[in-house]
């Protein structure tokens, strides 16, 4: 990826780089959508990314079916990325279809999910959030054997897990 698709490398590796997770971060109730992926989102989209839905069907005997997918979180230049921060893990399924699905039509060609790493359920019962991430919400241990299953398909698949190391007290 780094050499097909630099900028989108750059964009990436500068996000992880300049990334902190914050204790308000965790703390504050996200509703529709939490600090953390907000924070996310609003740097990629600075750099030009965008939220994006494709309109997909089926033409048979030119009979039309649509075939809806999901939107992605952040896509530039055929790179697609999900935030999946503390959802419930079977949106990890709805991703990895989304990504063979759009893989196999061409229009993704490579898939990134960044999610958090089991490192961080310490930090979060410390602060009284444990229960609020718990065993059947978003985290790597959930998204790995997913991975492994060959849930992506033929998608090339990129998976960052945001560690207690990108804590910080504030």
């Known amino acids: 990826m780094k050499y097909d698709f630099p900028q989108e490398w750059n964009d990436m590796t500068a996000l992880l780089e300049h990334f902190r997770l914050c204790k308000s971060d965790i703390v504050t109730p996200g509703g529709r959508k ?6 996310i989102d609003t ?7 965008t939220e994006k839905h494709f309109d997909t069907s ?13 939107k992605i979180d952040c896509y530039k230049n055929n790179i697609a990325i999900e935030i999946e921060w503390n ?35 310490e930090i979060f019962n410390r ?12 985290h790597m241990s959930k ?9 992506g398909g033929g998608c090339p698949l990129l998976v960052f897990g945001i560690t207690d190391k990108n804590y910080t007290e504030e």
Do not use: C, M
């Not at 740097?43 to 990314?49: D, I, P, Q, S, T």
């Not at 089926?58 to 999901?70: A, C, G, K, M, N």
């Open 34 to 39: 939490s600090p953390i992926s907000s924070k």
């Open 43 to 49: 740097f990629l989209y600075e750099r030009g990314w």
């Open 58 to 70: 089926i033409i048979v005997d030119h009979d039309r079916y649509d075939s809806p997918t999901h």
């Open 87 to 121: 959802n419930k893990d079977p949106f990890y399924d709805r991703d990895l279809n989304n990504f063979r699905l759009l893989f196999d039509l061409r229009v993704v060609s490579v898939g990134v999910i960044i999610t958090r790493s089991d490192s961080l359920q």
């Open 127 to 138: 602060l009284g959030k444990g229960a609020s991430y718990g065993a059947s919400t978003t």
């Open 143 to 151: 998204l790995l054997p997913r991975i492994e299953g060959g849930g």
